[in-house]
């Protein structure tokens, strides 16, 4: 997705060559899933992912959940032509329940759990191996797109 809208965005902006990179893809027919390799530099405790990065990524990846469901829900294609919204973060809360370690992959699940008039409360759980490291609520808000 991040490939046809390219965005500035340090977490899944494809223009910005020191940002994360991240990618989300439609796994279902409900659930978005994301992949993400930390690197060295990416370090909390020894060994051990930053929680504050486990964060980041969750935000865009719930970001990205939230508009791909809204554009599939209002028959809207993501083509690369600009959208008339864009969403931005009103609430993240992030559960921490094991340590990731540093030198594998994360892997991200997202899907819209309740939806408003503007808001999408995404929720999303953080594998690594298997097991569930996190798991997150987004509150993703559409507004008027950004400058
Ligand atoms: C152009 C193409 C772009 C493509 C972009 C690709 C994606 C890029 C991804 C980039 C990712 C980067 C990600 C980033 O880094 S985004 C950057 C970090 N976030 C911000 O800067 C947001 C700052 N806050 C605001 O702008 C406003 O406060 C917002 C817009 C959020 C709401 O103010 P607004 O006056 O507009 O809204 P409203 O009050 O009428 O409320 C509307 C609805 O929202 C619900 N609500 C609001 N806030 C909260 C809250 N805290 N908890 C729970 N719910 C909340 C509210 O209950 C209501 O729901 P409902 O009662 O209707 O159900």
């Known amino acids: 997705m991040q490939d046809v ?3 500035h965005c340090f977490g899944c902006g494809s223009l910005n060559e020191r940002g994360l990179q991240i990618k989300s893809h439609w796994a279902g027919p ?30 865009c990846h719930a970001m990205w959940t939230a508009m791909a469901a ?5 028959g809207i294609e993501m083509d690369g032509t600009a959208l008339p919204f864009a969403y931005v973060t009103g609430k993240l809360s992030v559960s921490y329940l094991k340590p990731a370690v540093i030198d594998q ?13 503007r808001r999408s409360t995404v929720e ?20 008027q797109p950004l400058a």
């Open 30 to 59: 409900e659930e978005l899933v994301c992949r993400w390799q930390p690197q060295p530099f990416h370090i909390g405790h020894p060994g051990v992912v930053y929680g504050g990065m486990i964060a980041s990524v969750v935000d």
């Open 70 to 74: 809204h554009c599939r829900d209002s």
């Open 105 to 117: 992959p994360l892997e991200l699940r997202a899907r819209v759990v309740d939806k408003g008039e």
């Open 124 to 143: 999303c759980v953080v594998l690594q191996r298997g097991q569930e490291c996190a798991r997150a609520e987004v509150i993703a808000v559409r507004v």
């Open 5 to 7: 809208i390219k965005v």
